[in-house]
């Protein structure tokens, strides 16, 4: 038996996990952001909600693990920001610990609980608020030691036209400190910007593509614009990943078509060719950060 949890900078969620398919939830927590001794003492809390000692803890968290110095990078935590919070935390709980970025950890529960079971490669892409991924091969995580292996929502990328027809881009800063990347067109915010750029007008992602669906010109173009963009350096990941089937998660998967749009534009820019879907809506709707973390922590990864 595990502790997991998924930490994010508004709420700690723990659960009990004796298999990824048999997870007990132990409650949300508010995430204290200024004070680790608050921190620590909120895990505690919830591991002694399990009723016995816990094999180890597994945690899927916001924020990169450096794997050459073990220390987290997370600007949405501060109290933990810099710290070497896998040692940290064992040192304090007594326990063995795990941790592993979110995205990473929703790789992990599709590749072991959801739409890629079965799959040797299997790359979690997110299209939330920005754009992330993670990268699973044999069920394992490739960054088990930390890294940022799969996370195809950064670097300098985007292109510069796109649509159909092709219309000019601007090149965004990014979040990351670069220009250009996926980050700043992909995700939600990301298609507000692209629709304020080509309309002049300042939508939420979800009316954007409320209108796409009921028949919208302007929607229509601003979806034709983002596929176009996004679709190329996702196929261009997967041809140098060999995924063979690339979940979506976050909250821009719930447009199943859109999804299927994307689906389209990347097996066409890829080497290999599928006859199936290769890019698919994820399978783990409820929790999918838990189910990682357990995931990981049931596998005993380092």
């Given amino acids: 038996m595990i502790v997991c949890f998924d930490i994010g900078g508004s709420a700690i969620k723990g659960a009990v996990a004796h298999a990824a398919d048999r997870i007990e939830p132990l409650g949300r927590r508010v ?22 000692k816990p094999d180890r803890i597994a945690i899927s968290i916001t924020g990169v693990v450096d794997p050459e110095t073990q220390a987290i990078k997370c600007a949405n935590i501060p109290c933990i920001d810099g710290r070497k919070l896998g040692a940290e935390l064992s040192d304090s709980l007594g326990l063995p610990v795990l941790i592993a970025n979110d ?106 593509t409320a209108l796409w669906q009921s028949g919208d010109a302007e929607a229509a ?22 995924a063979t089937i690339v979940p979506i998660g976050g909250g821009l998967s719930n447009v199943t078509p859109l999804i299927a749009e994307i689906d389209k534009a990347v097996r066409a820019r890829i080497l290999r060719k599928f006859d199936r879907p290769l890019v698919v809506r994820g399978e783990c709707r409820i929790e999918p950060g838990l189910i990682g973390a357990a995931v990981l922590g049931l596998a005993g990864e380092a």
């Fill in 31 to 52: 995430t204290p952001l200024d004070d680790f001794n608050a921190f620590v003492g909120t895990l505690r809390d919830v591991i002694a909600q399990a009723g016995e």
């Fill in 103 to 208: 995205a990473d950890c929703f790789a992990l529960a599709e590749a072991g609980a959801g739409a890629g079971r079965g799959y040797r490669i299997v790359l979690g892409a997110i299209l939330g608020t920005g754009v992330g991924g993670g990268l699973v091969v044999d069920g394992r995580l490739i960054n088990a030691e930390g890294g940022f292996a799969g996370e195809w929502g950064h670097g300098p990328a985007v292109a510069s036209m796109a649509g159909t027809p092709p219309v000019a881009i601007p090149i965004f800063d990014c979040g990351c400190g670069q220009r250009g990347c996926v980050d700043t067109i992909g995700g939600a915010r990301g298609m507000e910007r692209l629709h304020l750029t080509l309309h002049g007008k300042n939508l939420e992602s979800h009316e954007i």
């Fill in 221 to 242: 173009r601003t979806i034709d614009v983002l596929v176009d963009l996004i679709s190329s350096p996702l196929a261009l990941t997967v041809n140098i990943t060999g």
